[in-house]
């Protein structure tokens, strides 16, 4: 059998690597920018063809599984038909003790064969599989992360065009400029003077103004904003070269002016066409920004007819009612809630004091998701925590691509049954389970599935706590435990469908796991998950955080039986790659297999 673990933990190991890039030194000229693009793209571009190629990969390794698993059904029916051949002649040996079952023995025992290499043919191509996945998931991060330093560089030179315009524009620079002006017969002639004067620094201005949009980097692009900003161009000092009339109609106006702009901090942006936000430093930004004004402030009092309940203003708590506040006249948002009862929701437009009266009724008893509670044991304790979930349209299986129509409402255990919940039911009802009874339980080393005599629940081959998840459970160790339990608490148990098992764990999410697409090592007990249990043992099951619905351990720690006739569980384990945790994911299991990476959660059916 090929060394397939190891080969993930290689795939997986580098996954911060692709990151590094970002932690380089980012260029700051437009140029320099440019140049980072150019390399980042042709990056992509490799990046891109390396996990195409891997994807082809996938894909082939998909196919040829695909045809072992059509090959098992053809082994298993002429398994089937062998057997049933070898039992009717073992049936005509009673009448005819002489009868030669050699050949019909040799077929059975050919189709047994068969069938076992094509499991061995299986299990090699399933690792196969994981490993090309694990590898595919590392280069489409390579991908993600080269597409993640391009953006940012995008958005670097964004930012950089707006600073170089800033610059180009804070210019000053001294503009000579001769106007000639006819003045009107009625001016005296310091009237006339001054005219001409104010003439000629507006032509000044215009001529600076051209020449700074001129050379500018991008002046196409500027000259067409222009009329959309003022470059607040400002006449600094001016010096009289030559003035007075030179053919007694026209006054002639020569002149030194020295000029600069104060563009406003945002004049950039507008001329290129940029958001406001690039002409600010990152976080420096505030579009809200609107000057002070003065307010009247007016006394609001809320009352309702209920006691211990919460008031609150425009999304502030101000306790139970009554309360007296101190508000701005204008509209404000006014709740009133108290738990069993509907919300009181109002909006206000107050301009002087006013009381306010909310009426709460009490709900209906109407069952919701999330709900949590656990059914009480004839002990007198309880049975495993529970969490509704109820009927609706959802999306499930790979890239959340296929819709179900859940018609019941059900309740999923908040854990995995864990060890002490386990040894109660054994203690209580002197159960062996398969793995006790066969003194066999199977384990993962170096890729391959390898039985550990005499292992058990109580004993998988490492340390478990009472908060354990439960291993080396059979489905039918299951199935027993969860008829068990029916008898305890007067309600029915069972294991989850491969559908609610999935609506469960992405708790509304479409992603691969239920807080995204990508694997975040240390969030769960996968194979190479970043965990102190990875890759040796499982893990308590409330050690890592719950999915939006307050669920634990629907990603890694162990494999969890469904009811799926055909063997199939679901949630990866503390053994396998972070891939086989994805929600969509299942590994099919013998119903009467025992493994240490193997656990189980109930499901309780609700009216």
Known sequence: ?????????????????????????????????????????????????????????????????????????????????????????????????????????????????????????????EQTLQELNAELDQKQLAVDAIEEHIAKLDTDKLRARAERLKGELRESGTQKVSFTNVCSSSMTLAQCAKQTEDLALQKAVNQFQTLLIDDTSESKLVKQNLNKVSLNIHVLRHKNIESGFYDGKRFKSVMDVELDARPAEVTACTLLDLNSKYCFAPGEYNADQTPQKETAWVNLTVRSNQYNDKVLVDGVNYGSSPVEIMLPVGPHMITVKKEGYSSFHQELKISSDHTLRAVLRENENKLVAGYKFA?????????????????????????????????????????????????????????????????????????????????????????????????????????????????????????????????????????????????????????????????????????????????????????????????????????????????????????????????FRVVRDLD
């Not at 380089?24 to 980072?36: K, Q, Y």
């Not at 029915?492 to 992603?511: C, F, H, K, N, V």
């Not at 619905?549 to 990866?572: A, C, F, L, P, Q």
């Open 1 to 125: 059998m090929r060394q397939g673990l190891p080969a993930l933990l290689l795939a997986l190991s580098p996954c911060l690597v692709a990151t590094s890039a970002m932690a380089e030194g980012t260029p700051s000229s437009v140029m320099a920018i440019d140049d980072a693009l150019f390399t980042k793209h042709s990056e992509l571009s490799q990046a891109q063809k390396d996990r195409d190629s891997q994807k082809q990969l996938v894909e082939g390794q998909q196919s040829q599984l695909t045809q072992l698993d059509k090959q098992a059904e053809k082994l298993t029916a002429q398994l089937n038909k062998a057997k049933a051949n070898l039992e009717r002649d073992y049936q005509r040996m009673i009448d005819d003790p002489e009868l030669d079952l050699t050949s019909t023995q040799n077929t059975y025992q050919q189709a047994w064969a068969d069938v076992k290499q094509n499991q061995v043919a299986r299990l090699e191509a």
């Open 375 to 599: 059914d009480t044991m004839p002990s007198g304790g309880k049975a495993p925590g529970l969490v509704t979930l109820i009927a609706g349209e959802y999306l499930i299986g790979e890239n959340a691509s296929h819709q179900v129509d859940l018609d019941h409402a059900f309740a999923i255990g908040v854990t995995p049954v864990t060890v002490q919940q386990f040894e109660h039911f054994v203690n209580v009802t002197n159960y062996q389970t398969d793995a006790e009874l066969k003194h066999i339980c199977t384990a993962v080393n170096n890729s391959e599935v390898t039985p550990v005599p005499d292992s058990y629940w109580r004993d998988p081959g490492f340390k478990q706590s009472a908060n354990s998840p439960a291993v080396c459970i059979s489905r039918s160790d299951a199935n027993a435990y969860t008829r068990w339990l029916s008898k305890q608490t007067g309600f029915s148990y069972r294991l989850p469908t491969e559908d609610e098992w999935e609506i469960a764990a992405r708790s509304g999410s479409q992603d691969n796991y239920w807080w995204g697409d990508k694997f975040i090592p240390g969030e769960a007990n996968t194979g190479w998950g970043g965990t102190p249990w990875s890759n040796n043992s499982t893990s308590p099951v409330t050690a890592f955080a719950p999915n939006r619905m307050g669920i634990y351990d629907m990603v890694g720690n162990v494999w969890e039986w469904t009811n799926d006739s055909r063997g199939v569980t679901k949630g990866g384990a503390w053994s396998f790659s972070p891939a086989m945790a994805a929600a969509h994911q299942r590994l099919f299991m013998a119903p009467s297999a025992a493994s240490n990476y193997v656990g």
